[in-house]
């Protein structure tokens, strides 16, 4: 079964820096798409980075254009979403996604993606 865990989460002050990682395990494909997404409060589910892992494209959200970089450690198995310069409208509860790499769909589209995590917490205040 694939299974995605995330973990890095937290609380921290506005203009800080978190590291969220996505250890992904299962997969039979050495190619596929993984995205981050997050839901706050009383708000719909929404993309903010994606990444193919075969050919290293990326993608971005505005919101987040210039403050999160998405990456991968093929070795480890994991994709990191490394978020700086952090806002109080960032805080949302974050999880990764994963879909096959040869999927059609809006990479930021969540119906589009067949793996998720549990989720973890991001809270900046």
């Known amino acids: 079964d694939v299974q995605l865990v995330e973990s890095g989460g937290g609380l921290v002050q506005p203009g800080g820096s978190l590291r969220l990682s996505c250890k992904v395990s299962?997969?039979?494909?050495?190619?596929?798409?993984m995205g981050w997404f997050r839901q706050a409060p009383g708000k719909q589910r929404e993309g903010v980075a994606a990444l193919y892992t075969g050919g290293g494209s990326t993608y971005y959200a505005d919101s987040v254009k210039g403050r999160f970089t998405i990456s991968q450690d093929n070795a480890k198995n994991t994709v990191y979403l490394v978020m700086s310069n952090l806002k109080p409208e960032d805080t949302a509860m974050y999880y990764c996604?994963?879909?096959?790499?040869?999927?059609?769909?809006?990479?930021?589209?969540?119906?589009?993606?067949?793996?998720w995590g549990q989720g973890t917490q991001v809270t900046v205040s």
């Open positions: 996604a994963a879909r096959p790499a040869r999927k059609m769909g809006w990479v930021f589209d969540p119906s589009t993606y067949n793996y």
């Open positions: 299962g997969y039979a494909d050495s190619s596929y798409c």
